[in-house]
């Protein structure tokens, strides 16, 4: 049996190993960013929804109290003309003019009114989730509890927590991109070598590979398969120990004595 084919393969392991550590320092990293930006993205949408909410209340109350002010104007206006009316028809159409527009005005009155009730049980909500928040109880806080405090605070804290995770990673990757790209240039040199030396071996790698194992080709490891611990037959034992390999029968693993790896390594 030929065993240079199968310490080629080891190699080839050997490399998939160190690229796997090295992302490994990322320390899901990546995941954790996009989660952040996620709820980044949600606080942001709850306060510009809430920010919009006071800018229309604030409009409306300023175009209210312009319109009430207009109203008043024209009362006393009316009632000038009164003291000058020459007779009581006069009088009283002046006198239904004023009754209008402090018609007009009440009704200002009440819509000002409802954006103070508005307004009102809007803060009530936000202290009922202040009380929440303080008891631990944040699995019952809905949207409309959380204060507007804690929101812009939670915006702050997220976009610091960001771009800290985003400088660690910065870091790593540029610590180790130049690790990683000789790594997958050796990669790509050993697989046109096993290519054309044992292919069949670098087909029943990647097909290993390509279900959810990382590791192809494992260590014997107290006479059974690294991968799964099952027990490597004893009679398999003398080819491992020659530098043969084993095709483990319970999860298909290339299963080789762990000197192979060392002399990969060297
Ligand atoms: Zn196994």
């Known amino acids: 049996m030929d065993h240079t084919k199968i310490n080629l393969l080891v190699k080839l392991q050997h ?7 090295i992302v490994s320092l990322q320390k899901g990293l990546p995941e ?24 229309d209340h604030l409009k409306t109350r300023t175009h209210l109290h312009e319109a009430i002010n207009e109203c008043k104007n024209k009362i006393l206006n ?16 002046l006198s239904k003019q004023i009754e209008y527009e402090e018609k007009e005005i009440a ?26 928040i303080a008891e631990n109880r944040y699995d019952e806080i809905t949207e409309d509890m959380m204060p507007d405090d804690v929101l812009h605070q939670q915006l702050e ?8 995770k985003k400088e660690e990673l910065e870091s790593i990757v540029i610590e180790t991109a130049e690790d990683v790209d000789s790594l997958k240039k050796k990669m790509k040199a050993q ?15 990647d097909h290993l590979r390509s279900g959810v194992l990382n590791n192809a080709v494992v260590k014997l490891n107290r006479n059974a398969c690294s991968g799964c611990n099952t027990r490597v037959p004893t009679n398999r034992h003398t080819l491992i120990v020659q530098g043969g390999f084993y095709l483990c029968e319970s999860c298909g693993r290339i299963v080789v004595h ?7 390594q060297g």
């Open 15 to 21: 490399l998939d190993n160190q690229i796997e550590s």
């Open 32 to 55: 954790e960013i996009d989660a952040l930006d996620e709820d980044l993205v949600f606080t942001s949408r709850q306060i510009e929804s809430r920010k919009k909410i006071a800018d």
């Open 157 to 164: 804290d997220l976009k610091k927590q960001i771009d800290q």
């Open 191 to 205: 697989r046109l070598l096993i290519a054309s030396e044992a292919k069949r071996l670098l087909d029943k790698y």
């Open 78 to 93: 009316f009632k000038e003309k009164q003291t000058l009316a020459r007779n009581n028809k006069e009088y009283d159409a």
């Open 258 to 264: 762990e000197r192979l790896f060392e002399e990969a």
């Open 107 to 132: 009704q200002a009155d009440i819509k000002l009114q409802d954006i103070v009730h508005a307004i009102q049980r809007s803060q009530e909500i936000q202290k009922k989730g202040r009380l929440l």
